[in-house]
């Protein structure tokens, strides 16, 4: 007998309507027959059901949280991007659940700065989702190295790198390198792990264009104003700095060793910052001497240009968040009555013509502190007012969802973009910190033994916390 029905059509076909299923309907599916389930075990279905994040990593990753996700022998071989689901919702379910593995570790240092609660290091500090690279302080101001702590297990001491002067700007980790910058010279060392020596590759001077091989680059005279004002980004293989004071950037290619060059700002600046990285243009928010005329810029590193188009804002918001062609900015409201000081204004505008095209006012009540952390996710955003997280559109700042939170909850501290799901921290008026689950609308049964002002450090794919407390490592494993 002919195969009639469904079961009668190609299965290119059959591809194009899983698209319209969630992805319990591809599973019902692909149980109720043999050809089904062949059709249906297939990359391009379950790509759909996957982030944009590779999640071939978390194969090579030893599972620590039991009990652990175990593949089981079938005759037909489960698709790659179909495993990839199944280690995708057993990391979620964990995060969810408030499963993890959790240990700590007393080093003998502290490591961040006494005055600021400030790390050493930047960006990302986890290297192949194992290695922690900490500057440690040998008191509240100086650090004197680099320490680069095991995390498979216990958190363990690996390895040191010593640094002769105590007053290092910040280091970085990037690619397979190590980035330390003292001043404006810049010394890049070559990550051996699981060997415990950095040796210096090369080293340069972020003002000049040459390049010194396996020796440090000198520093001529003593430090004077030359030294004082610089700030430092790094974006995927890029190091950008700036000097306060000066309407330039300078880019460095780290792993071609080379200067992309130096280049000056359309407008004049009185500081440049790095805000985004997106696949085509460098975004730096500008601030020039006059509180109404500050900008969003966009730098294009493959064309060395910057963008015609520029977005210009007036005062200092709290927070900018760039989402497509719309600029998003938080400020504070009403600054002079002491009623609406804690609310905030929230507008949506047009990046290329700067016009305002949506604002809302929330009423915050206090909890405005840490609106820096705000993200946008699947095109909505999380804002805490009163004691009820509300669901925000980030076009159209209509709430499209709301629930209720415990009434003692200060602020929201952390946002965790977890496979496509939102998940935040929030700080009590005690210090205490919770976390929630904006998905499924409830607190995670995981109490976390830190206070908001602890560095949190976490890995690329977001298996492992870590928290930076009083002389203590705290690391909580989720995979």
């Known amino acids: 007998m002919e195969p009639a029905g469904i079961l009668s059509l190609p299965i290119e076909v059959v591809h194009h309507l899983s698209s319209f299923l969630s992805v319990e309907d591809v599973l019902s599916c692909s149980l109720t027959c043999h050809y089904l389930r062949f059709a249906l075990n297939d990359n391009t279905v379950w790509k759909r059901y996957l982030p944009e994040q590779d999640l071939t990593r978390l194969e090579s990753l030893e599972q620590h949280v039991q009990p652990t996700l175990q593949l089981e022998q079938t005759l037909t071989p489960l698709c790659d991007n179909r495993i990839h689901f199944m280690r995708k919702t057993r990391l979620l379910n964990n995060w969810r659940e408030g499963n993890f593995v959790g240990n700590d570790a007393k080093p003998s240092f502290n ?34 190295g680099i320490e680069i702590w095991d995390l498979d297990t216990i958190p363990v001491l690996h390895s040191v790198l010593l640094i002769n002067d105590v007053d290092y700007d910040s280091f970085y980790v990037v690619g397979t390198y190590l980035v330390v910058v003292i001043c404006f010279i810049v010394n890049v060392h070559s990550i051996t792990i699981p060997e415990k020596e950095y040796p210096l590759s090369f080293s340069f001077s972020i003002t000049e264009e040459d390049v010194t091989f396996n020796q440090q680059c000198q520093h001529f005279g003593g430090h004077d104003e030359r030294c004082v004002g610089w700030k430092h980004w790094t974006v995927d293989q890029y190091l950008v700095s700036n000097k306060c004071g000066e309407n330039v950037i300078h880019i460095w290619d780290i792993t071609k060793a080379c200067k992309i060059g130096s280049f000056c700002s359309p407008f004049d600046a009185f500081f440049i910052s790095v805000h985004l990285k997106t696949k085509e243009y460098l975004f730096l928010r500008q601030n020039t001497q006059f509180p109404n005329e500050n900008y969003l810029l966009k730098f294009c590193i493959e064309n060395r240009t910057f963008s015609e188009y520029s977005f210009k804002y007036g005062g200092y918001p709290q927070h900018i968040i760039i989402y497509g062609s719309h ?18 204004v929230c ?23 840490l609106l820096q952390t705000t993200t946008v996710v699947n095109g909505k955003f999380i804002i805490l007012c009163f004691d009820c997280f509300q669901i925000i559109d980030a076009l159209s700042l209509e709430t499209l969802d709301h629930f209720q939170c415990d009434f003692n909850v200060k602020y929201i501290v952390h946002h965790f973009n977890v496979l496509g799901s939102v998940f935040v921290v929030t700080s009590d008026t005690k210090y205490v910190l919770d976390m929630w689950d904006i998905t499924k609308k409830r607190k995670v049964p995981l109490k976390l033994k830190a206070v908001f002002t602890d560095p949190l450090c976490s890995d690329n794919m977001l298996t492992k916390l870590t928290f930076l407390t009083y002389y203590k490592i705290q690391v909580y494993r989720f995979w």
């Open 327 to 344: 600029v998003i900015l938080f400020k504070n409201a009403d600054q002079y009555n002491s009623e609406g000081w804690y609310d905030t």
């Open 111 to 144: 490591y961040y700065d006494g005055r600021r609660g400030a790390l050493k290091g930047r960006g990302q500090l986890i290297y192949q989702d194992r290695y922690l690279f900490l500057g440690r302080f040998i008191n509240d101001v100086h650090s004197d």
């Open 347 to 369: 507008t949506v505008h047009d990046f290329n013509t700067s016009l305002e095209l949506k604002k809302r006012r929330f009423n915050n009540a206090n909890k405005n502190n």
